[in-house]
C-alpha cells in the first residue's frame, strides 16, 4: 500500500481543500448574504461526499505511515480539533441561533480549521508555533 501514499496524500490534501472552501463558502451565503443554496439536499450531499473522501484517505494515510490518533499527540490534536470543528460548523447552520452567533461559530469553525492544517502541516501538536521554539 505504500507504493500508493503519494497519490493518497493529494487525494486527502485536495479534498482538505475542498471540504474548508465549500465550508467557508456555504458560511458565508448562508450567514452573511443569507442565502437559501448552502442548505438545499445537492450541496450538503456534495460536502458529506468530500468530507468521507477526506476522512477515507486520512485512515489509509495513518495505516501507511503507522502513525495513530491516541499514540501520535499531534494526531490526537487534528482529531480533537476536528471534534471542535464540526461541533462549531453544525453550530454555524443551526438556524435557532441568531445570525450574529451563527457569524461567530463560522468564523470560529475557520480558525479552528486553520489550526488543524496547521497541526498537519507541522506534525506537531503547536502546528506551525513549533518553529518558532526551534
Known sequence: MEEFYPAIRTIHIWAVVA?????????????????RWPKVLPVRILSWVIDTALLAAALMLTTIIQQYP??????????VLLVVYIGLGSMA?????????????????????GLIV??????????LL???GA
Open 19 to 35: 471540504s474548508g472552501l465549500l465550508f467557508a463558502l456555504r458560511g458565508g451565503a448562508w450567514n452573511l448574504l443569507e442565502a
Open 130 to 132: 513549533a518553529s518558532l
Open 93 to 113: 447552520f443551526s438556524p435557532r441561533r441568531s445570525r450574529s452567533v451563527r457569524i461567530g461559530f463560522w468564523v470560529a469553525a475557520l480558525c479552528v480549521f
Open 70 to 79: 491516541f499514540t501520535d499527540a499531534w494526531l490526537t490534536t487534528k482529531v
Open 118 to 127: 496547521s497541526v498537519a502541516r507541522a506534525h506537531s501538536p503547536l502546528g
